[in-house]
């Protein structure tokens, strides 16, 4: 057991321990001070290739404008780019497959 834990204070984001689990922690509050609880925020998750992988958790504040940013957590950094939306992008990674075998349909 190290006291140091409590000198740190978490950051929105981090992996904090609660009750034997490991949890992204939630902020408590939006940037215009709205209360974040149950029912009160929308959860995401964005896909972030610019601090090495691993993504934001993004909580938008239900009180707030659908304008507002949401809290990401951990926050954006400079090199951090959020892709917003669907992926359409497809990583290419060879030849595509052929389609090498069709399935009969069942005798019955
Ligand atoms: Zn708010
Ligand atoms: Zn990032």
């Given at each position: 057991?190290?006291?140091?834990?409590?000198?740190?204070e978490?950051?929105?984001?981090?992996?904090?321990?609660?009750?034997?689990k490991?949890?992204?922690?939630?902020?408590?509050?939006?940037?215009?001070?709205?209360?974040?609880?149950?029912?009160?925020?929308?959860?995401?998750?964005?896909?972030?290739?610019?601090?090495?992988?691993?993504?934001?958790?993004?909580?938008?504040?239900r009180?707030c404008?659908?304008?507002?940013?949401p809290?990401?957590?951990?926050?954006?950094?400079?090199?951090?780019?959020?892709?917003?939306?669907?992926?359409?992008?497809?990583?290419?990674?060879?030849?595509?497959?052929?389609?090498?075998?069709?399935?009969?349909?069942?005798?019955?």
């Open positions: 057991m190290s006291d140091d834990w409590g000198l740190d978490p950051t929105v984001g981090s992996l904090v321990r609660r009750r034997g490991w949890i992204t922690l939630p902020p408590t509050h939006c940037p215009h001070g709205h209360w974040l609880g149950p029912g009160r925020v929308l959860v995401g998750h964005v896909a972030c290739s610019g601090h090495g992988g691993g993504g934001h958790n993004l909580w938008h504040c009180m404008p659908v304008a507002e940013p809290t990401f957590g951990p926050p954006l950094g400079r090199h951090c780019k959020s892709l917003e939306g669907p992926a359409s992008v497809r990583i290419s990674t060879g030849p595509e497959p052929e389609e090498s075998q069709t399935v009969p349909e069942p005798p019955f």
